[in-house]
């Protein structure tokens, strides 16, 4: 098994970032390159997103899901009723409205599908497993949670536990990263 040439960490079988630094990992048939050749783009792999990208996508995500959600809602004369009538939409780290539930749903759908939303595919960005493939429907169940339930818990948690791997703590629950790609 190889190890990881940033932190040293044991690969599994297949990974294409390191599980414990994000760090991209050369594919096993290329020749490790210096950093400043030209073949080093190829052999290092997909690029981590940076936190701004991943916030543009977000908000352009945000922005589809919320308009559809205030149609559906003025449509059926429910103004901006929660998920449990008499409780409020907003408790601390927690929202539980309507358009959370149709983000989370959308996410987990676009992501299991297609590896990527709206928002990701105008940013050229994608969700993948550790070993590049597209997530599973409960790894992408998982990871929505957290951006659509309780959004600014699972950030804080990143900024400080995760900054170095840019993870959202629920990428790192359900083994997924946001690499930039087509």
């Known amino acids: 098994m190889a190890n990881c ?3 040293g960490f044991e690969l599994p079988a297949g990974a294409v970032y390191c599980p414990k630094c994000g760090t991209s990992v050369p594919k096993t048939n290329e020749v490790p390159v210096s ?3 030209p073949a080093a783009a190829v052999t290092q792999g997909p690029v981590l997103a940076t936190w701004g990208e991943r916030f543009v ?4 995500d945000f922005l589809i899901v919320s308009a559809v ?4 809602r003025s449509l059926a004369g429910l103004g901006s009723v929660g998920l449990f009538p008499g409780v409020p939409n907003w408790v601390p780290f927690l929202n539980m409205g309507l358009t959370e539930v149709f983000l ?13 939303s709206f928002g990701k595919m105008v940013m050229q960005l994608k969700v993948t497993r550790l070993d590049g493939s597209t997530p599973s429907i409960m790894q992408s169940a998982l990871q929505s949670i957290g951006k659509a339930f309780i959004l600014w818990l699972d950030v804080i948690l990143a900024w400080f536990v995760f900054a170095k791997k840019r993870q959202r703590a629920f990428n790192r629950l359900s083994g997924t990263i946001v690499v930039r790609g087509k």
């Open 104 to 116: 989370f749903f959308y996410w987990m759908v676009m992501e299991s599908a297609y590896g990527k």
């Open 57 to 60: 996508a977000w908000l352009i």
């Open 5 to 7: 040439s940033n932190c």
């Open 69 to 72: 959600a205030w149609v559906i």
């Open 35 to 37: 950093p400043l050749s």
